[in-house]
């Protein structure tokens, strides 16, 4: 049985690699480090894009485990089909979750105290002064409570909000109160001062903020997305925008990355920022545990993390 292990980051930059695996370094080269044919454990590369991410699947005829260091799989999704049955699909849980929540809580501040415009108001040498919203004694809804979500809400925590609604794909009881499924949130949109999409992109979630989901907001009310662009409709998020009516920040757009000229850049209430929740200094060292950790329990049998699904 092959020992090849493709990884993104050079080994001897990871303690605590197993021995006895043959580590080959692929961070999406033009050419490939070994045969693919070989490869027993692919280790995809991070923020590289989907064509590099599929671009070798097609030929490891041989690979067990395919491991992502992302939270969502939607960029090597397409390319399951063409695996040999069995194979193991693990994402990056645990890495990414307080880069996420950190930038999530800094754009909901940011849209919310108004600090875009005291930036332009610096460069314009302005005085802006004046009464802006807080996020205190607000109503914040998450839609896409898993351990992002959850993170999130970690860090809502001290901000003494009025309230925190919980919406994942299914219903739940958690230490902190309910879980509701995605069939509630007509019910609940029209309530929240907030509503924060950390949601993975799925064939359900795909357009979920869709022009009937925002017409439920209330009037005032900001959208923040930092899931994936496609879980929101960018039409209807312009129309909404354009007419005054909500605020949106917006990590993640789509399409992306958002090109030049494009109407989102300028629409009224938006602040985006470029797809950068997980890529901070916090994403190395977890990264590097998680390859360690998984490695390990892949060369002794154990049972691996976060398995998403298993092809066939």
Request: glycine share 10%; hydrophobic share 45%; aromatic share 6%.
């Amino acid at each position: 049985m092959t020992s090849d292990v493709w990884l993104p980051i050079p080994a001897d930059e990871i303690e605590g690699l197993p021995e006895g695996l043959d580590y080959r370094h692929w961070d999406g080269a033009e050419d490939f480090p070994a045969d693919p044919a070989d490869c027993a454990f692919y280790v995809v590369p991070y923020m590289k894009g989907m064509d590099i991410a599929l671009r070798p699947l097609a030929a490891m005829t041989s690979v067990r485990v395919v491991q992502t260091l992302s939270a969502g799989i939607d960029h090597v999704a397409p390319g399951l089909g063409s695996l040999p049955s069995g194979v193991r699909l693990c994402n990056a849980k645990g890495v990414h979750e307080a880069s996420t929540a950190e930038l999530t809580i800094g754009l909901v501040l940011a849209s919310l105290r108004g600090i875009p415009g005291f930036v332009r108001g610096q460069d314009a040498e302005e005085w802006r002064s004046g009464f802006y919203p807080a996020l205190a004694d607000k109503s914040v809804l998450i839609v896409g409570y898993g351990s992002i979500g959850a993170a999130i809400e970690d860090r809502l925590a001290p901000f003494e909000c009025a309230r925190v609604a919980r919406v994942a794909r299914s219903a739940r009881a958690t230490e902190r109160g309910p879980v509701h499924a995605l069939t509630d949130l007509p019910d609940l949109l029209p309530e929240a001062d907030v509503v924060i999409v950390s949601t993975p992109l799925t064939e359900e979630t795909k357009g979920l903020a869709g022009a009937e989901f925002l017409a439920r907001m209330k009037d005032g009310a900001l959208f923040v997305n930092v899931a994936r662009g496609q879980v929101a409709d960018t039409k209807a998020l312009l129309a909404e925008l354009e007419s005054g009516r909500i605020k949106a920040a917006l990590d993640v757009t789509d399409p992306e990355p958002l090109p030049a000229g494009h109407p989102l850049w300028h629409a009224p209430g938006v602040l985006i920022s470029p797809h950068v929740g997980g890529s901070t200094s916090a994403f190395l060292p977890r990264a590097k545990r998680l390859l360690a950790d998984q490695l390990t329990r892949y060369a002794t049998g154990d049972a691996l993390r976060n398995e998403v699904l298993t092809t066939g």
